[in-house]
DNA sequence: CACATATTAAACCGACCGGTCTAATATAAT
DNA sequence: ATTATATTAGACCGGTCGGTTTAATATGTG
């Protein structure tokens, strides 16, 4: 019972893929359907609410892949504005290999779908909300305030997504590695 | 000659507005067709290119738009933290008013269709060039070197285009609010 | 006026979209 | 073996997509 929907979760993995390379209209079922090579039959036996569903699903799976890449470095890298930064180095590397491909891995979809389906819209913001969760947490465990902490998070989450977007556009990963490089400066606390 | 086409004038605003608010893909050309009142004649007159055609020229004018938008606060502020800062703080306040869409202006299109459509990936990249000079300009002219100028404009730039989508998807503008806050804070250089 | 050109109008097209349906088939429990 | 159930298979559906076509109609110019 446990261990066989090896096609459900190819179908996630599949979407997630497609997802944050093209966005959500970007992609059709029969891209996923074709990719995976599993019938459509099987995506509506496993998602009975159709494309969405799978957004939704799949978009929870790319929330993880980002979560892991952050624990590697923040697990390795003690402190918080250093590991900030070669976070988002090690980001800058992924996405020139292309060995796997990243693309705006929430952002397309979140800017696409916001408002026209509440389902998606909110599981971009639980991932959103979760990975600057983990920034915050970084800096407060090093003993940050609380206040600072959060805002932190929300910065380092906006700077990384708005440099996505950058290098994309761009297709550039000079955007990124300005902000890696610039990240100690920008997160000092002024003293005059 | 110089003054008629208003017809043309219309179908870019419309499709600017539009796309803005839905991306590329969520903005159907039928959408563009029925709120402007133009039929599609028209637009094949004078969008021989079709939708893509009309997409880089709607980017274009989002672009103005947002040009307009800068000058108006970095005419009337001069120093230039306080200035990106007042620039923010007035785009939280134009999105939570919604009297006009702000939307993701150049980001939905450029997040969906910068893989699959060079013309108008280059009309993105354009944009975001145009205004990254700008918030390096004014840094430049108040004396920073060129380089921190430079580093400063892509990062305002990244900043906000993230803010935009963190505020978009949890459908507050506290994201770009507490952004705006911190900028002083990130745009000192420090000195140990 | 005649004539060329710019613009409007909408019916129409094939392609593809997400989604549905029914039947066949594999799998597991009894 | 006999059920019951989970899964596969893909033909099929109505609707919408961007785009094309052809004809009518303004508009401007000599």
Redesign the interface.
């Known amino acids: 019972m446990t261990k066989k929907p090896n096609t459900k979760r190819m179908l996630i993995e599949t979407a997630s893929r497609l997802f944050r ?6 992609v059709g079922l029969n891209d996923i359907l074709k990719e995976s090579g599993i019938p459509k039959g099987s995506l509506y036996h496993y998602f009975p609410e159709g494309k969405e569903g799978l957004a939704v699903e799949a978009i929870r799976h790319t929330k993880e892949i980002v979560v892991g890449f952050i624990e590697e470095v923040f697990e390795r890298v003690e402190d918080p504005v250093k590991a900030v930064q070669e976070h988002i180095y090690k980001l800058a590397e992924a996405m020139r290999d292309e060995k796997e491909p990243v693309g ?1 891995p929430i ?2 979809i ?7 389906s509440e389902p998606i ?1 909110k599981a ?2 639980l991932a ?2 979760e990975w600057k969760e983990m920034y915050a947490g970084k800096f407060l465990k090093a003993g940050y305030s609380e206040k600072q902490a959060e ?1 932190f998070g ?2 380092i ?7 996505i ?2 290098s ?4 550039s990963v000079k ?1 990124l590695r ?2 890696a ?2 990240i ?3 997160l ?3 003293n005059e």
């Open positions: 390379m093209r966005g959500y209209d970007g705006f952002g397309a979140a800017s696409e779908k916001h408002s026209t819209r971009c913001h959103f909300e805002n929300i910065i989450l906006a700077v990384i997504e708005g440099g977007l950058l994309l556009t761009c297709k955007p300005v902000i490089e610039q100690p400066m920008l000092t606390e002024k």
